[in-house]
């Protein structure tokens, strides 16, 4: 056990720590650093592309990058964060690419600002390691890159003899204190190491949009001391110009701009030029060379009407705009609540297990489009986009199906309306438990008042209701059947264990139990054409998590997981009979309640169930498997519920005469 620190050593640890990135030096001291590692001169999207990567990358079981400065922060947005990464990649080798503005284009909680933020920690803590240090000229209110005192008829000798690139001019502050203080002598001026940070505007910068119709765009471009505007250009330049602005602020990084559409066009044009030419513009003082990264929002109703517009021709044409939706899987949008959920303090009321699945189902179904596959359901498309097992529909179909249907995600239940309905209803003091129905009906409840929701179809949230009932019902089921039997757990995990080992000797060329991989497949949908491609891509997946130590069940993985619950599952018409109470016979009676508790006991000590919920899922899967109605449309566009929305903890004996 680690001993405490004391007041003392607390401080000593705390001065080292605050002094470890402390760095001093001159430009000739400087110039030694970089002719000796020429990669310390990064220009901004090369840095930002950098701390991405520093931050660590896997490969995904399905051979795809997984880039962990967004894992376990943002959900079901692989593609949108693949290419938001490729942007600075591209932008890093100094591409046509970095002179665009990065849009990132959504509804409102779609994790636009998530990922921004998460850009801007990444560079922050990536300029406090030892590989990705920054230098300034000392006193520069915009971290100058020291390389700009090197004139341009030497650059191109830097270039050809140590292959530093050298782009951008002094800005008037550093050229004033060059001439007046050190009277042109670059080798003596100040360097120092910088570490970017938000809250000290060093190279990061923030500006929103909230007023249409600023004064000026000194908040952008920096102010002016109209007390210094006395002199020469030189002097004036060098003491008048604050350059406390948020673009001078973002030099050699990053700067985000919000709700960029709500800006004025005089804002506009500014950043326009920032982008497009790299220079800060200053009304009748001339402009001032900088390096970064221009990092935008924005939801669809504000771009659209910008993209309408005849008057923004150019700066349409430096934009490069990513979809950032909501996510159309069931299990990502879980993760977004169990997330949430996670940085709570609020002592609620217990979640059934299949709470978070059902809003999250009823939440997805809004965001889809209606399928135009033939003798397909909402509900199938929700199953197959979830990965699940859905009949006739491959992995391939399920690509072609969101590639036909790009916009999917762009409207519908925002996970911040999900999240406000279920810790409004969750902290009730009356609940002991929140169960899955319960939940359901609040995020019913609260459309009204979803000022989000321009257009509120009753009849089409109706069926939102109807299809997620059916679904509920159908994982009830599942809980029941997995707890019907003891030790499912344990045989499910033989089987797939089993299965794996064959696939791993069929894969190698060695010999497997053919008979074997065969049953399981069959329950997969597999044909026997498709028997190899299958094995192959199986083996891979779980190959790629043992090695990176990645704990796995039977669940992993949708499709042997649907095989594997087949084959050890009751049947719907033997689970019934097990949990409907014999009319007569005491033996019979004392079975069932014996049957009963064991399974309810095996939901509260395997599967996270409480009293409450065991005794509520139970009686449902009953009432679903005798095919009793859950939920029926009142005339009126409200709905009637015909189950039991505040269940209670069940008191004395199961067996009630």
Known sequence: MTSKQSVREILAESVRVAGQNEWEGTFENYLRLVTDDPQIPRLSHKLIYDSIIAAGVEESPLGE??????????????????????YFASAANRLEIRKRILLLLGPPASGKSTIVALLKKALQDYTQSEQGTVYAIKGCPMQEEPLHLIPHEMRSTIKEQYGIHIEGDLCPKCRYILHSKYQGKIADMPITRVVFSEQEAIGIGFYIATNPNPSDASLLVGSID???????????????????????????????????????KHLL??????????????????????????????????????????????????????????????????????????????????????????????????????????????LDKLRAYDGRVVSHVSVDDVKQMMRKHPNEGMSGLSPRYVMNRLSGV???????????????????????????????????????????????????????????????????????????????????????????????????????????????????????????NVEYDHSSEHRLQTAIETRLFPDRRTLERALTKPRMGKTKRVEWDRQRKAIKDRLEKDYGYCQVCAEDVVDYGLHVLKKGSVVKPQKTEGIDWQWDLKPSAPSGTEDKE
């Not at 109209?226 to 973002?250: C, H, I, P, S, Y």
């Not at 169960?435 to 609040?442: D, E, G, H, M, S």
């Not at 499912?488 to 089987?495: P, R, V």
């Not at 028997?531 to 779980?542: L, T």
Request: net charge negative; glycine share 6%.
């Open 65 to 86: 990058p997984v880039y962990k400065l967004f894992d376990d922060e943002i959900f079901g947005l692989e593609d949108k964060l693949e290419r938001t990464v490729q």
């Open 226 to 264: 109209t007390n210094q505007l006395e002199g020469d250009r030189l002097t004036v330049a060098g003491k008048a110009f604050r350059m406390d602005g948020e673009f001078n602020v973002a030099n050699r990084g990053m700067v985000e701009f919000g709700e960029i559409f709500k800006a004025d």
């Open 269 to 378: 044009t500014t950043l326009l030029g920032l982008a497009q030419e790299q220079l800060i513009k200053m009304e009748r003082f001339g402009s001032v060379y900088a390096d970064e990264a221009i990092v935008a929002h924005s939801n669809e109703g504000d771009f659209d009407t910008f993209m309408s517009s005849e008057h923004s021709e150019a700066l349409k044409d430096r934009i490069i705009a990513i979809q950032v939706p909501y996510n159309v899987r069931v299990r990502d949008e879980v993760r977004i609540y169990k997330k949430m959920l996670s940085s709570s303090v609020s002592q609620g009321a217990h979640l059934a297990p299949l709470t978070l699945s059902t809003i999250s189902t009823y939440a997805v179904l809004s965001r889809l489009d209606a399928p135009d596959r033939q003798g397909m359901s909402l």
């Open 426 to 548: 969750a902290s009730d003091p009356e609940i002991s438990c929140l169960p899955p129905l319960r939940a359901l009906n609040a995020l019913w409840e609260g459309l009204s008042e979803n000022v989000s929701l321009d257009m509120f179809n009753h009849a089409k949230f109706i069926g939102f209701v109807k299809d997620t009932v059916e679904e509920y019902g159908d994982l009830a089921v599942r809980d029941i059947q997995r707890a019907y039997k003891e030790g499912f757990e344990d045989s499910a995990k033989e089987l797939l264990d089993d299965y794996l080992v064959n696939i791993e000797a069929f894969c190698s060329g060695r010999e497997g139990n053919e008979r074997d991989m065969r049953d399981m497949e069959k329950q997969c949908g597999v044909v026997e054409k498709g028997r190899a491609d299958f094995r192959h891509q199986i083996n891979k997946y779980f190959s790629n998590l043992k090695s990176r």
